[in-house]
């Protein structure tokens, strides 16, 4: 049990278009969902906690209408990277919460041209 | 907001060895979790042990155990008896009740030599 996935798993696309990454708790229901980016060699930087029903909690820094979160259900958290650029190409993890427990989904790897 | 610090950003140990991995946090909360999480090449998020802030008695997980040092504000992660896999980047990280958030250190790159 407690399986996080997330699609798609990579994605290229070109600079200026929005990309969409999905992130599901498949078999709980998640009360936090948290986004993170990782550069390569670096470590998880927390971009955003996502709670069902409410507007995601944003870190100083990440912009909010760049990095548009949804969260509609206990077990859906999508995160929209618009108009993205080269410098948005990053692994992007999330993290599913219930009960004290995490979950991490498998991370997907955005490259922008 | 809550910080971990990982001084280490690269360890050798030699096979079978022993080894640890350093981690210190900062928090003003007085309820918190500490986790350690292993990296591997293919960028999975490993999770290997979890130690409460309220537990008294340090975590241990078959060849992980932590080294919790509450009044000092450490969680060093000591892997024994080290195996070639063990190579890995490892992540130390808190979660606050406090804030609901959870946040990593910048990692330790673990190489294990034969």
């Known amino acids: 049990g407690a399986v996080v996935s997330q699609h798609p798993s990579w994605v290229i696309c070109k600079s200026g278009t929005s990309v969409k990454i999905e992130c599901r708790s498949l078999?709980?229901?998640?009360?936090?969902m948290f986004w993170y980016r990782q550069f390569p060699k670096q470590s998880l930087m927390l971009m955003a906690t996502?709670?069902?029903?409410?507007?995601?909690?944003?870190e100083q820094g990440v912009e909010k209408d760049k990095f548009l979160i949804n969260h509609a259900s206990l077990t859906l958290s999508t995160l929209t990277v618009t108009s993205a650029h080269p410098e948005d190409s990053s692994f992007y993890i999330c993290?599913?919460?219930?009960?004290?427990?995490?979950?991490f989904g498998p991370g997907t790897r955005l490259t922008v041209l | 907001a809550q910080k971990i610090t990982q001084t280490q950003p690269g360890m050798f140990v030699q096979e079978k060895e022993a080894v640890t991995l350093d981690c210190t946090y900062d928090?003003?909360?007085?309820?918190?979790?500490l986790f350690w999480y292993k990296q591997p090449s293919s960028g999975e998020m490993i999770f290997l042990i979890y130690?409460?802030?309220?537990?008294?008695q340090n975590a241990t997980e078959g060849r992980y155990s932590l080294n919790f040092q509450k009044a000092r504000k450490s969680a060093n992660l000591v892997i024994s008896a080290s195996q070639l896999g063990d190579s890995a980047m490892y992540f130390c990280?808190?979660?606050?009740?406090?804030?609901?958030?959870?946040?990593f250190g910048a990692g330790t790159r673990l190489t294990v030599k034969p």
């Open positions: 993290i599913a919460r219930k009960d004290n427990e995490q979950f």
């Open positions: 130690q409460g802030s309220y537990d008294e």
């Open positions: 078999d709980f229901q998640a009360t936090t």
């Open positions: 928090t003003s909360d007085q309820s918190y979790g």
């Open positions: 990280a808190i979660y606050s009740d406090n804030n609901n958030d959870m946040r």
């Open positions: 996502s709670n069902e029903g409410s507007k995601a909690t944003y």
